[in-house]
């Protein structure tokens, strides 16, 4: 009943922007806490950035000061605004949200994936 559709990635150079964009459709839910995910060939799927219903934010340390998450809450979106992009940000980025429907709370539903790749 939840879907996630990302957009926005593709190749940049070293130093570029990107911003990314996760919008939620469906019917009967509600948002909790949104973020995004990011995994590179042969390596874990880590959080990159989340941000809760009341706003509070959260970075990995390497993102930290170039990454802005944030939302829209009217339109169930997500957003990642990425700067000073650098080539070990390589990877697929995935966002989730955790919902509550039919009341059952914290369920986890992902998007599809958006490729990011950094490179001169």
Excluded: H
Aim: aromatic letters at 10%.
């Amino acid at each position: 009943q939840v879907q996630l559709v990302e957009s926005g990635g593709g190749l940049v150079q070293p130093g570029g922007s990107l911003r990314l964009s996760c919008a939620a459709s469906g019917s009967g839910f509600s948002i909790n806490t949104m973020g995004w995910y990011r995994q590179a060939p042969g390596k874990q799927r880590e959080l990159v950035a989340s941000t809760t219903g009341r706003g509070t934010t959260n970075y990995a340390d390497s993102v930290k000061g170039r990454f802005t998450i944030s939302r829209d809450n009217a339109k169930n979106t997500v957003y990642l605004q990425m700067n000073s992009l650098k080539p070990e940000d390589t990877a697929v980025y995935y966002c989730n949200v955790d919902v509550t429907r039919g009341g059952w709370s914290g369920l986890p539903y992902w998007g599809q994936g958006t490729q990011v790749t950094v490179s001169s």
